[in-house]
Each structure stands twice: as C-alpha cells, then as structure tokens.
C-alpha cells in the first residue's frame, strides 16, 4: 500500500510514478479520487473535532444552570442537535475512509528509478551463465523424455483434478523430493535462511497482507474456499510475510531471511491456451521461496544477494540461463525492481522463468504492519521485504530432462543433485 501522506503531498508525482506502468489513465483517475476523498475526510474529522468541542462546553453549560436551579432546555436541545450531526459524520467518516481503503489496496507500487520504462519488450538482459550448447542429435521436449521414463503421469493428473494438476511417479516424485531437499539445504547451510513449514492455506487478510488482495482474487487467479474464508497459496511467500505480521523489531532483529518450501495454487484464468504442453503452466506446481526482511537502506543490496542465492542454484546444476531485468510495465504489482532468472531449455527451444526476485519495498509492510525501530527509542518506520524463487520446481524439471538427455534416452543427473537422487542417471523403470 501506498503512503496517503505522500500522494496528498504529492499527487502529481504520484501519477508520473504510477504512469511508468503503462496504464496512467486508470491510476490517474484512482488518485484524484484518493486525493478528493482524503480532503473530504480532513474536512469530517476537523468538523467533527469542533462540533466536539461545542457539545462539550454546551454540556458543562447545562451542568451549571442546574446547579443554579435555571432552565438549560435551549442548552440541552443544543447538545442533542450537535450529537446528531456528530453521528452523521461518523457514519459518513466509515464510507469515506471504507472508499479510500478500496482506492488505495488497489494502487500498484511504483517501479524504482533503475527500472526500464516500457513493457515486456524492453525487459533487459543483464548478465548470463553457461553455454547454451545444442546436443548432437535432435533434442527432445521433456513431455516426451518423461513419458518414456514413466517418471511423469500427465494423464492420470488430469483425471484425478483436471488438466495442470501432474502427478509424478517413481524417479519422477523422488526427482521432486531431491530438488526440494537440494535448494532447502543450499539455502539455510550456505545462504544463512531459516527454514520453515508454513500452512498452505491462508486468510483474506494474510492475502491483502503481501498485495495478493484484491487485484490477484478480483482477477480470478486464486483457489478459494469462500465457506471457510480461506485461499490455498499461490506461493509461500503469503505465509512467510504475513508470520510477522504487526510486529514491531528492535534494530537488531534485522535483517531476517525465511525459506519454505510449498505447493502453489494458481487457477492463471487470463492465460488459457499459453504454454499447455507438459510442464511450462501448471495450476498446482512445488516451488523453494525464499523472504527477507531488511533495513531500507540495505534491501538493495539485499535484493542482488537474493538474486544470486537463486543463481547459486541453477549453477550447481549445470544449467545455462540469463538475468533480466523487467521492465516497468511487466513488473508485478506489489514489486518495485524484479530480476526474472531464465533457464535454456532445448527441448522446447525457449528461455523459461524459474525465478523473480523482487524488493517490494515498504509496500508489503505497510499493508502489514510490519515495523522496526531504528535505535532504542525512536519512532518505528517500516521494514522492506523481498522475496525471489529459490527455485521453481516444474521448469526447473523440464530444463534439467532437456539440458542432461541422453541419445539413449535415459538422463544424466547434475553431480550436485546425485545425493539427493541416490543416482547419477535417470533410466525407464
């Protein structure tokens, strides 16, 4: 959530900042009426202070014309005139702070000075590792490597919940266990995270906590249980902030770095037909995710050490893929910088995001509450959080079975994942 202080300071430089995502007409017209509604709302509170005011020197008033056994029915009738107004202006204060809540939850945070303008288009390449080598015989997608390994039963997921939810069998469900294991222990042994296990379905206010309330629900994207008021995760980031949640830090609490590993839940109703095939779009899917919280004057390191804690991963791994830097129109809502990490896979011939990375801000931990104080006895200020994939599983997969494939048709597993496997190639049962 946006600073109100700040937009009422500022509106202008609000909607130059919110333009540079690309849709300034409707960000325009939801800060003018945040501005419009807050000076309405000034106007009730300074009114209703006043009336305040009146009621009460009216109310000793009457106190002394009874002492003085004198009429006060002018008085009295006074009081219950200004206390009927006072009424109407708390009930119409509730809509009016009820309307700017609505504005606000839904303002996307501005994108960082360091953030490209444009769309996806202008998304940047900043670094890169590996060489993208094309095997030497016709590479094959991994739908097709993993159907002949047994290891992937695409079929029977969608038999059991419909099509995006794949189960995985044998090799395949101990390749899932192996990853998971692999990024949790890179992550707390090298990488100084404390591991978590956090619920996997959360409340609508951890949910408007992390910036997934409303907009992310309001598009269709979540699974929800409405009898319950519960949504399953989209990703574990949503537990992980929201555990502290209306906390306040001493200064020596910071920084603090969580990691879980969760099943993610996403219905993705606006991208029907993209990428179906195999693993490349999932509705239910494992992912690593790693959550920092941090002084606001060191999230910005801490954003390039988190990217490369994603990176460490992939490099164990033998696999090529590039950094971009997103540029303002594709950055998420809730982000202000987002580096996307984009593995080769040649199978399908396409870059696949296995990873963001992104500094959010003071934007998750003013919806939140999340503060710290800077030093004994100063005034609390709120924390940054960050959070970045430590790694996806799905695509991760689909590199891995097309990156390591083998003429024979077995797969070659990266040394660095053999003692979580138990195996160096993976073959047909």
């Known amino acids: 959530m946006l600073d109100l202080r700040a937009i009422r300071q500022d509106p202008d430089g609000t909607r130059a900042a919110l333009a540079r995502r690309g849709n300034a007409e409707e960000t325009d017209g939801a800060v003018g009426r945040v501005v419009e509604m807050d000076g309405e709302r000034r106007a009730l509170i300074a009114e209703g202070d006043e009336l305040k005011g009146r009621r009460n020197a009216a109310s000793q008033a009457v106190a002394e014309r009874k002492r003085a056994k004198e009429s006060a029915d002018d008085l009295i009738a006074e009081v219950r005139g200004i206390g009927d107004r006072i009424r109407e202006i708390d009930a119409r ?142 990703t574990s980031e949503v537990p992980l902030v929201n555990l502290h949640r209306d906390e306040l830090f001493e200064a020596d609490r910071l920084p603090i770095a969580l990691t879980a590993y969760s099943p993610c839940f996403r219905r993705e109703a606006g991208s029907a037909g993209k990428d179906t095939r195999g693993l490349l779009r999932l509705h239910q899917f494992g992912k690593v995710e790693m959550v920092r919280f941090e002084r606001p004057e060191a999230s910005w390191d801490a954003l390039e050490r988190m990217t490369g804690h994603a990176e460490k991963a992939l490099q164990l791994l033998g696999l090529p893929y590039r950094v971009l830097l997103l540029a303002a129109g594709d950055t998420g809502f809730g982000s202000m910088k987002t580096y996307d990490l984009e593995v080769w896979a040649p199978g399908v011939g396409k870059w696949l995001e296995v990873s963001s990375a992104s500094n959010m801000g003071d934007f998750q931990a003013r919806r939140a509450s999340i503060r710290y104080r800077p030093e004994p006895g100063a005034k609390p200020e709120f924390v940054h959080t960050l959070n970045a994939s430590g790694l996806a599983l799905p695509r991760t997969v689909v590199a891995l079975l097309e990156t390591y494939q083998q003429e024979d048709g077995s797969v070659a597993v990266p040394e660095a994942l053999r003692p979580y496997l138990g195996a160096d190639r993976i073959t047909a049962a």
């Open 93 to 234: 204060l509730r809509e009016v702070e009820g309307e700017i809540d609505h504005v606000m939850l839904r303002l996307p945070n501005p994108v960082h000075s360091s953030v490209p303008e444009g769309g996806e288009a202008a998304n940047t390449v900043v670094r890169s590792w590996g060489e993208v080598r094309a095997p030497a015989f016709p590479p094959k997608p991994h739908w097709e490597i993993a159907s002949a390994l047994g290891i992937l039963d695409l079929a029977g997921g969608a038999k059991v919940a419909g099509s995006g939810f794949p189960a995985y069998r044998g090799t395949g469900a101990r390749l899932q266990r192996a990853l998971v294991g692999f990024f949790l222990d890179l992550h707390t042994r090298e990488h100084g995270y404390t591991e978590v296990e956090p619920p996997f379905l959360v409340t609508r206010e951890s949910m408007q906590g992390t910036g997934q309330y409303p907009r992310f629900v309001e598009d269709g994207d979540a699974y929800e249980l409405p009898e319950d008021g519960l949504y399953l995760i989209p």
